[in-house]
């Protein structure tokens, strides 16, 4: 008996017309940003709507998002949003991210999103600095790979207990078990990879969705 899922083509075509609702509005975006150069940084569908299955189920408000794009997760999780939730979502492109305002805008999001144009970095030192421990919902990671230790180490004193911190990338394509892969993309995610199997403050699981997907869970 086969221990894993062999995964083709038509199986996941299959696999999103029996279960993707993606928004009119969001396969509009996504049809045509996937026209454009660096379109492979965009989350897939499915992916994406896993996220807001998380944010319904734990009824998140406060969410940050690492890696902002066109702004297609941003708005879809935005969507879903009570009218007094809230995302910050941290990008250091202003051209990818003014695409994604005339998004956020025509879907009537706008006023639920907080876009920060700087270094991710700096600003979750800057919400750290302002207090905002123990605070968030919900952390999604999807921005610079030779930085998400730095993320990772930020948003475990800004989620609060029983939040969820998701991860994407953490199989890099099915390239980290290539030793030859040494890559600092490659070695970073096998370092992220290698420490949060062993950190006994997060409840985990490493989903294959999309390009790797790990979901921690801040224990209390």
């Known amino acids: 008996m086969k221990q894993y899922l062999e995964m083709n083509q038509d199986l996941h075509e299959y696999i999103l017309s029996v279960s993707l609702r993606e928004p009119k509005i969001l396969k509009k975006q996504r ?15 499915e992916e994406t709507q896993f996220l ?17 794009f066109t702004g ?17 979502t941290c990008d ?11 998004y956020w805008k025509e879907a009537n999001v706008f006023d639920k999103i907080e876009s920060r144009i700087a270094p991710a970095i700096e600003t979750l030192d800057q919400l750290l600095d302002e207090n905002y421990f123990n605070y968030f919902d919900l ?7 030779e ?18 911190i ?5 199989l890099w394509g099915g390239s980290l078990i290539n030793p030859e892969n040494q890559s600092v993309e490659a070695t970073i995610l096998r370092q992220l990879n290698a420490r949060l199997v062993n950190d006994n403050r997060i409840t ?7 390009d790797g997907l790990t979901l921690v869970i801040k224990n209390s």
């Open 147 to 164: 930085n998400y230790i730095n993320y990772y180490n930020k948003s475990m004193q800004l989620i609060r207990p029983g939040g969820i």
């Open 72 to 88: 297609y997760s941003t708005l879809w999780m935005a969507s879903v949003l009570p009218q007094d939730g809230k995302i910050i």
């Open 166 to 170: 998701a991860i994407d990338n953490v």
């Open 31 to 45: 049809d045509i940003v996937s026209k454009m150069p660096m379109s492979a940084m965009q989350s897939v569908p």
């Open 52 to 68: 807001i299955f998380l944010i319904k189920l734990i009824n998140a408000k406060r969410i940050i998002e690492i890696g902002t």
């Open 204 to 210: 985990m699981s490493m989903l294959t969705i999309g």
């Open 92 to 102: 250091v492109d202003e051209h990818w991210t003014s695409i994604a305002t005339e």
């Open 139 to 145: 952390i999604y990671i999807d921005a610079d790979k």
